[in-house]
């Protein structure tokens, strides 16, 4: 979920390349993001930002972590200040990146995150 159009198309194709990751929904709002991730029957891995037009990204870490056991939840946002990244850690992000960090650091943590880490 990111509401930066070319910037959640970007990554999205970006890690739709990576062996092992498949992108299977994308939205840029919180409404969004509830109706396709909720609804999307195979989820592994979420990738949220939390600064939303409709809405903080981390309300649906939780929401996620109830109405889908077992998925894990990536934060990947502006840079974040520590006491914010121990905050979305706590309801349940397995890693908290901002958006500065490279292609391949995302992917290797949507894929640690999707084998449980």
């Known amino acids: 979920m ?10 999205a194709f ?3 390349q990576e062996p092992g990751i498949e992108v299977v929904a994308q939205s ?10 909720i609804a999307e029957g195979r989820l592994d891995v979420a990738v949220l930002d939390l600064s939303l037009p409709d809405g903080d990204g981390s309300e649906l870490i939780g929401e996620l972590r109830r109405r889908k056991a077992g998925v894990s939840v990536v934060v990947l946002s502006e840079p974040i200040d ?10 349940g992000a397995s ?23």
């Open 2 to 11: 990111e509401d930066h159009t070319a910037f959640r198309q970007a990554l």
């Open 14 to 16: 970006l890690l739709d």
């Open 28 to 37: 840029g709002s919180l409404a969004e993001a509830r109706e396709a991730l």
């Open 82 to 91: 520590p006491g914010r990244s121990e905050e979305v850690s706590g309801a």
């Open 95 to 117: 890693a908290v990146l901002d958006k500065s960090h490279s292609p391949s650091t995302i992917a290797r943590e949507v894929r640690h995150a999707g084998r449980g880490g």
